[in-house]
Structure formats: C-alpha cells, structure tokens
C-alpha cells in the first residue's frame, strides 16, 4: 500500500493551536532597505522576531484579547482590506508606514489586513491575526472555500539522506455534509492529491491525481483518523484507532494524545499561538513486506492553532521496532519536519 501516512496525517490535520507570549521580546525585526516593500510588527510595542511579510505574502500574528498590533511598513502603503470578525479594533495609530490597533473579543475569532505599497499597488502584503479569548477551550473550525495554506517538508530516512519536498498549497476547494474538501497542490498549482475532511478537522479518505501514480487512487480512514478530539483544552489526554485501507490492504493504526501548553511558536509562516499536542501512533500490521516486523512506530510533536485551524508546525520521528528493513533503506522515513510558511484566508 503506498501511502505516506506519517506527513499526510500532519498536512490532513486541521488542529493545532499556538499560544504563549504576546508577542516577541528582545531581538526585534531590522527592516530590509534594499527590498522595496515589506511589512513587520510589534503586539504591545515590543518588536516581533522574525515577521517579516514581502510581497505576495500572507502571514499569521497570534495575539490574544486586549493587546495592540502595529504593522509596521518600510514604504508609504494604503489598507485595501479590513476585516475584524468578532473582535473590535480600536484604531490607535493609522499613517502610510504605521498601522497600530487594539483589538478585544469574547470569542476566538480571526481579523484581517492587506497593504499595498503606494507607488505601486501590485506589491500587496496580508497580516492574518488570530485573536484569542479569555476562553481556554476551543472548539473545532471550518474554514472557508478558497482558503490557503502552504507547507515546507523535509524528510530523513533509514539511510541518512535528508528529502527536501517541494511546498505543498493545500486549497479549500467545498463544504460537504461530512465536513469539506482539499486539493493539494504543487508550486505549478499541480493537484497532486484530494483530501477529504470531516467536521472536527480529521481525515476520512483521499484520492491521489494521475499526477502522483505513486499515491493510492482511493484510500478510506475508517471510521476516521483522529489526530484530533474536540473541545482542546490543556492537559486533555485521548486515543483512537482506525484502520486505513488501500484496496485490497488495510493497516489498523493506534494512536494515543496528550495536549500541552498553550504557546507561542514561529514558522516562516508567522508567529502563532498554538497547543503542542504530543502524539504515539503505533502500526501493527503494515502491508510493506519489506518490513521484517510488519509494523513501525512514530512519536509527533505538532503544534496546532485551534483559531485557525491548523497544524502550523510538525516533528515527527518513526522507529521499527520489530527490526528495520534492510532493502529499500531510502525509502523509509526516520525524521520528517514540517512547517507552514504562508497562509490565505477569505
């Protein structure tokens, strides 16, 4: 059966949840003069590490309830976009380089901006700002059609080469009566794969393109593969079992959960809250001969920001306990790491 379950079951999931700090502290972000147009931030006037959105660019700003976000750009810009959803935004400060408000809500919900530069209104850079509540429990999201999220992957296998992947774009492309559906484009906007969802955010099947002949055409998670269980609260603890098939194969998989702090984590993506949600999956009855114990191991961190929706960050390690294959050595994961680097939200 020729499935990649360890980084699909991370790219599939829509649940992590980023949390901690308010925002950054020492370091700060130096603008770069020599790019044209780009924007970066401070949450409560201390400077973001690391946020830094250029053209064409989409990232994310964790914050929670009462705090100020100020956008900061390195070149006179307009607001082409402003969408605040359940919070309010008191405007404190609104120049052609310097865009400062505070927003509060009783509820996670999600606010939007996009600038463009003024001499040139092609060059356009959006700020999705998650905002968190005083609430500590978070329900599941659904997104919304035309939602964008794109992935950066690297892998390590048995024998010790490191496999860059191309970004993965993974579109929104409809609601359904179980929950909704993805396509999972190349960097050409090739669909490689359809991923089909339900309401919690957990997979139920998909279906690779003629563009992957490596994938399987038709697999099924029965009853689904739950790498997440709702309401997420610090502290939950949970397990599962599915069995994953690929006719005429299946697999059944364990899975045991734990969900840690409430966080802050950085990807190129931008700067989330996010639970780290620690996993064990166990596969007992592979359908690769070529594993001598027929089964295989992997321990995950990912982190996952509830407002969102998403995975933001994965790590993942697989082991062979009934003894590693000694054929195909390449062609076995022992290491994948996965990060969000760009997100589009309607």
């Known amino acids: ?38 924007l970066t931030a ?5 400077d973001v590490p690391n946020f830094v959105v250029k053209p064409g660019e989409s990232k994310v700003l964790g914050i929670t309830t009462g705090q100020d976000v100020e956008i900061i750009a390195n070149a006179p810009s307009t607001i082409l976009t402003t969408d605040n959803g359940a919070a309010s935004a008191a405007e404190l400060a609104n120049t052609s380089t310097n865009y400062r408000a505070r927003f509060t809500t009783t509820q996670h919900t999600i606010a939007k901006r996009v600038f463009a530069q003024s001499t040139n209104p092609l060059n356009t850079a959006g700020v999705v700002i998650t905002v968190s509540s005083s609430d500590s429990s978070f329900n ?13 992957e690297t892998d390590k296998t048995l ?18 009566a179980a929950g909704w559906d993805e396509d999972f484009a190349n960097p050409g906007n090739v669909v490689m794969s359809k991923v089909n969802f339900n309401k919690d955010g957990n997979r139920i099947g998909y ?13 099924l998670f029965n009853p689904e593969e739950k790498l997440l269980a709702f309401p997420l609260v610090q502290g939950k603890t949970y ?29 190129a993506g931008g700067v989330f809250r996010a639970f780290s949600i620690e996993t064990r999956t166990v596969v007992t009855n592979s359908t690769d001969l070529r594993l001598p114990g027929r089964g295989y191991q992997q321990t995950v961190t990912v982190w996952f920001d509830p407002i969102l929706g998403r995975n933001v960050k994965y790590r993942g390690v697989r082991s ?9 050595r390449d062609k076995f994961l022992t290491e994948t790491n996965i990060d969000l680097t760009n997100v589009v939200k309607n």
């Open 1 to 38: 059966m020729k499935l990649k379950l360890l980084t699909i079951s991370f790219l599939g999931a829509s649940l992590v949840a980023c949390g901690g700090g308010g925002g950054g502290g020492g370091g700060g972000t130096t603008l770069d003069t020599s790019v044209a147009y780009q």
């Open 42 to 46: 401070r949450i409560n006037g201390v």
């Open 140 to 152: 599941a999201v659904t997104p919304k059609v035309g939602d964008r999220f794109t992935y950066a």
């Open 159 to 176: 024998a010790g080469t490191t496999v860059p992947f191309p970004l993965s774009t993974h579109i929104v492309t409809a609601l359904t």
């Open 207 to 219: 279906q690779a393109t003629a563009n992957d002949p490596n994938g399987c055409k038709n697999a």
């Open 239 to 267: 397990g599962s079992s599915w069995t994953t098939s690929c006719a005429p194969d299946s697999q059944l998989e364990t899975l045991s959960a734990v969900v840690g702090p409430y966080e802050q984590v950085t990807t």
């Open 320 to 328: 062979y306990p009934g003894g590693e294959p000694t054929t195909d």
